[in-house]
């Protein structure tokens, strides 16, 4: 297996790295995305003000035609960049009738920055909010479809894979057939983004896919997007200016909108990670390398990792599997998640010849302690 290390050498080829197990926090990035964050600076000592015109138009554009591609989308125009998804969140609800009070559908396991707000929007009594529980998993997608055709919300919001278990959702269809027209409906896509090979053709004029660029796509924090099927959410009441950056110089008496995903803009922004995100995007075209590469070469990874893990009696927990026993990230995610009741399991598994650098991500939830591998090892195999 080849190995990719050389291309991290300030994050993995550095003497003493830490060999980084934490497959959802922060991916080590590239060393081209350098280069990139270095032109972004150059680009706006030389061009100032004029960046936005000049360069950072281009990049977007660019970018937006990268997350296309690797979405399939027929049109990179319905995409629109963010700082992060919490920003995407709050502008979608903005989008939800004001005269009654909206209701939200999700499940209990999405991640801090949607639960959070939704929690404390439901507790000052701005929203209802009604969450599906994810277990047992082999029912959850029935259980979802039928809570949707039920309560009818304003706006249902689900993980395409869930960051707490690695189990997906995947019966888009049998959602769409049971809601109104009008629900906005939105998938979160943090860890199905470059996790796995995603194709959203069959849904992109019906459904809203959140993700960002921090986890697999491995260009930090910062660029956060959203694909917006044509005709959701027209004039988001939490609406920053940019949303209006192609008719500045006309009189402002409407307030208008594009009708592309830019209607969902915010306002100034650091666009340093978009040139990061580009950067990489690039890389992996030169590399060769795609969701369905990687996913392959994940696996792999896996069964390296978990044969080591028998080989050394290493007793780091049970491994979640798919409720008909077969390996979940098989159809799910990129990583492997073992149940452990103590970390003190995974204390010893930090000091052994598996993770010389000892740093594992240990996440304390509601299933007891999640270890989940499996990220850098990815691109150093066989060294
Ligand atoms: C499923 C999921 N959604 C969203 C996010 C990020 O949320 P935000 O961009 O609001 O920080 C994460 C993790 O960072 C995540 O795991």
């Not at 903005?94 to 209701?103: D, E, G, V, W």
């Not at 309560?151 to 269809?173: C, E, I, K, R, T």
């Amino acid at each position: 297996m080849k190995s990719y290390k050389s291309h991290f050498s300030q994050s993995l080829l550095r003497t003493g790295a830490a060999l980084h197990f934490a497959a959802h926090s922060h991916h080590p990035w590239p060393d081209v995305s350098f280069v990139a964050q270095q032109q972004a600076w150059q680009d706006a000592a030389i061009h100032l003000d004029r960046k936005w015109d000049n360069v950072v138009a281009a990049q977007e554009r660019l970018a937006r035609g990268h997350v296309a591609r690797h979405l399939n989308l027929r049109s990179s125009d319905t995409v629109v960049f963010a700082q992060n998804t919490h920003e995407l969140y709050l502008r979608l609800l903005s989008c939800l009738p004001a005269t009654t009070k909206p209701r939200v559908l999700s499940s209990d396991s999405e991640f801090h920055s949607f639960s959070r707000q939704s929690r404390r929007l439901a507790e000052a009594g701005s929203i209802q909010l009604d969450l599906v529980p994810t277990n047992p998993i082999a029912s959850f997608a029935d259980r979802l479809v039928k809570s949707a055709q039920r309560l009818q919300p304003n706006l249902l919001y689900v993980s395409h894979v869930f960051f707490d278990s690695g189990w997906s959702f995947d019966s888009f269809a049998s959602l769409i057939d049971e809601i109104d027209d009008h629900v906005l409906v939105v998938i979160d896509g943090y860890h199905s983004f470059l996790a796995r090979p995603v194709d959203w053709a069959p849904w992109q004029d019906r459904c809203f896919y959140l993700a960002g660029g921090y986890k697999y796509a491995m260009a930090g924090e910062g660029c956060c997007f959203m694909h917006c099927p044509p005709n959701y959410g027209a004039r988001p009441i939490n609406t920053g200016w940019y949303a209006s950056f192609g008719s500045l110089a006309q009189p402002q008496e409407q307030i208008t909108y594009p009708a592309d995903g830019q209607r969902f803009r915010g306002s100034t922004y650091d666009p340093t990670s978009i040139y990061r995100f580009n950067a990489v995007m690039q890389w992996m075209l030169d590399q060769g390398l795609d969701a369905a590469t990687l996913y392959r070469r994940s696996m792999e990874v896996q069964d390296l990792f978990l044969a080591a893990v028998e080989t050394k009696d290493l007793c780091i927990g049970t491994l979640l599997s798919n409720p008909d026993g077969s390996r979940f990230s098989a159809d799910g995610d990129r990583w492997l998640s073992f149940v452990s009741g103590t970390s003190s399991r995974l204390g010893a598994l930090a000091g052994s010849m598996l993770l010389p650098g000892g740093w594992i991500q240990v996440c304390y939830g509601r299933r007891g302690v999640l270890f989940h591998a499996l990220s850098a090892e990815l691109w150093c195999a066989t060294d």
